[in-house]
């Protein structure tokens, strides 16, 4: 298949190119190194060393013999290039990763909340536009998130493939209706992403794209059998505040003896998937698209459910590190249930790495080995979904009240010791 991807050169995107060309697609990259820019603008970087784009195809290409394309281009804002590169390519597949997807970030300031809509929603719209302007008949793979259906609206019940079977009350009587889940987002990224479910579902419906939307849940690894051919090819891994997602981020601290940073009472359940199955997810969509004039296909894509202290309970338990409780900077349920269904990848045959597989080599090869690339005052979740004075009373968990004069307590939490923190 011939394949775009958008945001080609990110942390889902880069190894996802990589395993497309290695099962004989023909790849080109479409990418405006945003996440590379905002890197700069934080005076953040990846705890891996990752190599500029140009670096990173030029060894696919030596160690492989597989080219790889490339087109800078802000989706976002350049449309008619964008027309223009479809023309030209009449890609089969567009594999759709070009937004902006920290949520941390997007809560960050009024700046960072318009960027975020601003990019994710244009970039979005223009993708479903541009083909419809250039007739190009390609199935759209997009990357969506678990956000979207929000956490604890169902209770215990598992959380449907995107749709809900609903009975709607009307005057003839009961009738059955399927339809999308409704959308419940947390931040403002998670909420971009309730729009573009809206866009998609208008496009099908009115143009006929085949789209197909993965509702992932956190990402946690680095590396795939592709990005560890060679070390200039090795994939992002983010352990700051903003853009560190949180296993990544307490496994990197568990490396450098840093306590774990849970936010709140750590009760919040949250869907994960190692990255190797998100290229493996992205390959099996590809492979299994909608038929034209059908409604989005959606898949969650994500393998195992986990509470984030049972997560940092079983990190502390593997490697000795200590687990502190932070004042919750986001607004969020303090615990939460969250049971997901996932049948249809399961039944295209994926089959899942679990992280009691994955755990501990992940922290010796990559955490341990890159730690002293880490700039400790980049650790802490500094985005705060309220500002301090709206926080009084608002629910927001009431370990960041209870702080002493020193700022700092021990307390007991599920019969363990554990350390509160004044400031997150
Ligand atoms: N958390 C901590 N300590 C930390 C970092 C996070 O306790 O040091 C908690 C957060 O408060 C939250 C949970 O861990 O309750 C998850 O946070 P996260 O930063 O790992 O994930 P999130 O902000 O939800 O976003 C990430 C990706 C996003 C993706 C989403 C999938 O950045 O692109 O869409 O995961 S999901 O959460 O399923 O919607």
């Not at 609206?153 to 009738?175: C, F, H, Q, S």
């Not at 990190?315 to 409780?325: F, L, Q, R, S, W």
């Not at 049971?339 to 045959?349: C, E, S």
Request: contains cysteine; aromatic residues 8%.
């Amino acid at each position: 298949m011939k394949i775009i991807v958008l945001g080609g050169d990110g942390f889902c995107g880069w190894p996802t190119a990589l395993h497309l060309s290695r099962s004989g697609h023909d790849i080109t990259i479409v990418d405006n190194f945003s996440h590379r820019q905002i890197d700069i603008l934080l005076e953040l970087s990846s705890l891996t060393p990752i190599q500029p784009l140009s670096t990173r195809i030029k060894v696919w290409e030596q160690l492989t013999g597989n080219k790889i394309g490339f087109s800078f281009l802000d989706l976002a804002n350049d449309y008619d290039k964008l027309v223009q590169l479809l023309v030209e390519q009449k890609p089969d597949a567009i594999v759709h990763f070009a937004e902006q997807r920290s949520a941390p970030y997007s809560m960050k300031t009024p700046s960072t909340k318009r960027y975020t809509v601003n990019n994710n929603v244009n970039a979005t719209h223009n993708l479903l536009c541009a083909l419809v302007e250039a007739d190009i008949d390609a199935h759209v793979v997009h990357l969506g998130t678990m956000g979207v259906y929000g956490y604890g609206w169902l209770g215990n019940a598992p959380i449907p493939e995107g749709y809900i079977k609903v009975k709607v009350e009307t005057p003839e009587g009961e009738i059955d209706r399927e339809i999308l889940h409704p959308a419940n987002p947390g931040s403002i990224y998670h909420m971009s992403k309730t729009i573009d479910q809206l866009i998609f579902a208008f496009y099908a419906k009115n143009d006929q794209i085949r789209v197909t939307d993965l509702h992932q849940g956190i990402v946690w690894g680095t590396q795939t059998p592709e990005t560890e051919l060679d070390e200039r090819l090795i994939n992002r891994f983010d352990y700051d505040g903003d853009y560190g997602t949180v296993l990544n981020r307490f496994l990197m601290q568990a490396a450098m003896s840093h306590p774990l940073t849970v936010h709140g009472s750590g009760g919040q359940t949250r869907a994960f998937i190692h990255i190797r199955d998100t290229v493996r997810c992205i390959e099996l969509a590809l492979l299994n698209p909608p038929q034209k004039g059908e409604k989005p296909t959606i898949f969650n894509q994500v393998t195992e459910v986990y509470k984030v202290i049972d997560l940092a309970t079983l990190i502390a338990k593997k490697t000795g590190a200590e687990i502190m409780h932070y004042p919750n900077p986001r607004l969020e349920a303090d615990a939460n249930d969250l049971k997901v269904k996932n049948d249809q990848f399961k039944a295209l045959g994926l089959k899942p790495t679990t992280l009691s597989q994955g755990l501990l080599s992940e922290v010796e090869e990559i955490a341990r080995k890159y730690v002293d690339r880490v700039d400790k005052s980049k650790i802490p979740a500094r985005s705060l979904w309220r500002s301090l004075r709206t926080n009084q009373g608002s629910g927001m968990p009431a370990v960041g009240r209870r702080k002493n004069a020193a700022g700092v307590k021990r307390v007991k939490h599920n019969n363990r010791k554990i350390m509160l923190k004044g400031k997150p």
